[in-house]
Structure formats: structure tokens, C-alpha cells
């Protein structure tokens, strides 16, 4: 699988990653996550993304790849109080939180912490950042970044303190691709693309029960792209392969329950970038259609 140096950092990374939301969300059992991970890791994927708010996903995964620990960058978040009783973003918590994490994946470190979507405002005030830089001096983490999306990830990705963005990037959210893609460029940071297919939205005719797909379906049935009525396989390809053909974006987060999945996802990017005349008609569709209200989803 290609893999893509991430920003200024010394990890080369797979353009496909394992994303734990998932698997916590879905209540996976613990052999279920065993043969989801194998896979993924002998695919070639070597990212896992995890969170401490995914139910027990970070647990699941220290049990099935912690012994296999050299052959993947492992990424978690924090920020949530997913248990403790604090509030969100205490940063006595967001120690105790990340410590936690560390236990429950089975190792001394991790290789990036995202702050997990916190508010500009939070961001500004600077506490939850030097949480941060105090847990890569201890070597809890080798870097640190910021997970979220519109004004808060432009303000994270110019104010110089992250190594990593986590944003979403897809056909039915394009807010970063000017707001703040090339501010990360120009920095040197490593991007992990969130919800690269837009979850998929488009696979339903009516609106998803799912509310968490609500505002993907809702645009796409404004921006009414031709692909769209392709066949399913041809629809994922050109929408990941659009998210990938972006410059500086470096790996797109994918979660899946079929084993299988990792292996046809990487078929389909053998195609390579998408066709530059392709790719300006999405941005145009978009112009065109979107409206301020369209902002970067979570």
C-alpha cells in the first residue's frame, strides 16, 4: 500500500487507516477486533486511530495488536471525560485521561495524541495544549495534535503548538480544502482525513435513521453529483481517491466490521489520484451549490 510521509514528522504512513470508532460503537467482540486488525495490518495499513470516548475500543485494540506494536502508528485522542467525574477539557482529567489511554492500549507511548475536538475558545485559552506538550516531554507521546474541524482547526493549524490535524475532508465537506489545507502545507503538519467517503450517505435513498449522516445525506441531495448513481464500488473510488488526490493530506481514516474491506479499498486506489478534470468539476459542484452554513462536520 503507498504510504506518504506525514508532515514534518518521522513517520511514513499508509494512505489507508484503521479507524476505532467503530468497533467501540458497534460493540465488537474481542475476536471480531483480532481478525479486523490482523487484516488490516497485513493489508498494509499502519495506522490505528482510536479515541478515549470510543466505548472500550482503545482496550480492544491493546488486546489484539499490542504484540505486533512495530508494525503500526498508533493515534488516540483525549479531551472527553468518558468516565472521570470532571468536566470536559479539565486538564487535571485530560492527564488522568491520557494515562488511562496508555493503559488500556497496552503500551509506554503512543505516536500522536489529538486534542478531540474541543472549542476555539478552549483552544485559545492554551491549558489543554500545554496538557499536551507536558505528556510528549514525559514521552507519553512522540507528537501532539488537534482533532476538529472549521474556525478551531484553522486556529490549530496557525498557531504553531501541533504536529497533526484530524479534519474532515469528503465530497459533501470541502470547508478545509481552502480553510485550512494549505495553512497544514505550509507548516509542515501531518493530515489524517476523518469521514473520507462522507459516510457513505448516498448509499440510502431515504434519509438514514443514522442522525450522525444527517447532514451528508441532506447536501448530496442538493449537490447531486452524476458518479453518484454508479455502481457502489465505483462511488467509494472516486470519492476516497478524491480525499487522497488532495496535497497534504497524507492518510484518510476508514472504518469498517468486513475484514475483506481493507484489501478492496487498497484495489481501488491502485487507480491512483483521481483525474485532475474530475476533481476540479466536485470543487466546482461544490462552489456552486454549497452554502455558508456547510461547515466541517465532526
Not at 470516548?53 to 498508533?74: N, P, Q, T, W
Request: glycine share 8%; proline share 2%.
Amino acid at each position: 500500500m503507498e504510504t506518504r510521509k506525514y508532515g514534518n514528522t518521522d513517520m511514513n504512513v499508509s494512505v489507508l487507516g484503521f479507524g476505532g470508532a467503530e468497533i467501540g460503537f458497534q460493540r465488537a467482540s474481542q475476536a471480531e477486533v483480532d481478525r479486523l486488525l490482523g487484516s488490516a495490518l497485513d493489508a498494509g495499513l499502519n495506522v490505528i486511530d482510536t479515541a478515549e470516548c470510543y466505548m472500550d475500543s482503545e482496550e480492544k485494540i491493546g488486546k489484539a495488536v499490542s504484540h505486533r506494536r512495530d508494525d503500526f502508528y498508533l493515534f488516540t485522542k483525549c479531551g472527553h471525560a468518558s468516565g472521570f467525574d470532571a468536566p470536559d477539557w479539565d486538564v487535571h482529567m485530560l492527564e488522568k485521561s491520557i494515562d488511562r489511554s496508555l493503559k488500556r492500549l497496552n503500551v509506554d507511548h503512543v505516536d500522536l495524541i489529538h486534542l478531540h475536538s474541543c472549542s476555539l475558545d478552549i483552544l485559545r485559552q492554551g491549558d489543554v495544549i500545554d496538557v499536551l506538550k507536558r505528556a510528549k516531554e514525559a514521552g507519553k507521546t512522540r507528537y501532539i495534535g488537534y482533532s476538529g474541524d472549521s474556525q478551531a482547526a484553522h486556529y490549530a493549524a496557525t498557531c504553531g503548538a501541533f504536529n497533526s490535524l484530524e479534519i474532515s475532508i469528503n465530497i459533501a465537506d470541502q470547508e478545509a480544502i481552502d480553510l485550512t489545507l494549505p495553512i497544514a502545507r505550509e507548516k509542515g503538519m501531518g493530515v489524517v482525513v476523518k469521514r473520507p467517503i462522507a459516510n457513505a450517505a448516498w448509499r440510502s435513498k431515504e434519509r438514514p435513521e443514522n442522525t450522525y449522516h444527517h447532514v451528508y445525506w441532506d447536501r448530496l441531495q442538493e449537490l447531486r453529483y452524476d458518479f453518484l448513481q454508479k455502481e457502489l464500488q465505483e462511488v467509494v473510488a472516486v470519492a476516497l481517491r478524491f480525499t487522497l488526490s488532495l496535497p497534504g493530506v497524507h492518510t484518510a481514516i476508514v472504518g469498517t466490521a468486513n475484514p475483506a474491506r481493507w484489501r478492496q479499498n487498497a484495489e481501488l486506489l491502485e487507480q491512483g489520484v483521481l483525474p485532475s478534470e474530475q476533481i476540479d468539476a466536485i470543487r466546482r459542484r461544490w462552489k456552486d451549490v454549497a452554502n455558508q452554513n456547510w461547515v466541517g462536520q465532526e
